[in-house]
Every structure is written in structure tokens, then in C-alpha cells.
């Protein structure tokens, strides 16, 4: 279970990551790729951020996760020019992919498909 802090420290990195890559993603990713922040998890040490991205308008997303990767020094010196003043140490950044989204429309699919089976079933 995650302390306060944890979650307090999470949501600021979050904010601010979501604003840089705003800012700086299009010069990572291109300007074709939507990439969102979804969530960020903090070790108790708070030494480590695991940074959940969720990724739109491709469809190798782990392909945006590695490019992030590759930028992940000048990212994290970024975060820390943000977060400086709050935080003693800019924690090490670590991506996953964020496949929630996709789970959600896959389902959301398959229970329209079920629906309309329903529906020509009561037709005939």
C-alpha cells in the first residue's frame, strides 16, 4: 500500500511529466503520436518512479517507450530543473506501457459484438 507521500510525490511527477512531454515529446516521438501520463508509482524510498504511458495513433507503442528511454537523461534533468525545490533527489524514471485504454475498447467491442448477436437472434 502506498503512504501519502508516495502518492503526493507520484502526482507531481506525473503533472509535471505530462507537461514536459507536451512540451518536448513531438521532438522524441513526432508530432503524429499522442502520449499520455496515465499514472506514476513511487517506491518507498521514493528513489524510483515507475511512469505508466499511455500511447495513441501508432501501433508498435513499445517502439514510443523505447524512444523515451533512449531521451531518459535529458528527461529526468528536465523533471529535476521542475521539481528541484520539492524533492531532495530526482528519482530514476522507470516507463511501462499503459494498455488499459486498449483493454477497455477490446471489451467494449466484444460486448457490442455479444449485443448484436443477441439482437439478430430475437430478429429471426
Do not use: C
Not at 503533472?15 to 499514472?39: A, N, P, Q, W
Not at 505508466?52 to 501508432?58: E, Q
Not at 439482437?119 to 429471426?124: A, F, G, P, V, Y
Request: a neutral charge.
Amino acid at each position: 500500500m502506498e503512504s501519502k507521500r508516495q502518492r503526493q510525490v507520484g502526482e507531481l511527477i506525473r503533472r509535471h511529466f505530462s507537461m514536459i512531454l507536451m512540451e518536448e515529446g513531438s521532438l522524441i516521438y513526432g508530432r503524429d503520436k499522442l502520449v499520455t501520463v496515465t499514472d506514476v508509482k513511487m517506491t518507498p524510498d521514493l528513489l524510483v518512479a515507475k511512469v505508466y504511458i499511455s500511447v495513441y495513433g501508432t501501433e508498435n507503442k513499445q517502439e514510443i517507450i523505447l524512444e523515451l528511454e533512449e531521451h531518459l537523461s535529458r528527461l529526468r534533468h528536465v523533471l529535476g530543473n521542475r521539481i528541484g525545490k520539492s524533492l531532495r533527489r530526482v528519482p530514476q524514471l522507470v516507463f511501462f506501457l499503459d494498455d488499459t485504454v486498449d483493454e477497455m475498447y477490446r471489451v467494449e467491442d466484444l460486448l457490442n459484438r455479444i449485443q448484436q448477436g443477441d439482437n439478430h437472434s430475437k430478429l429471426t
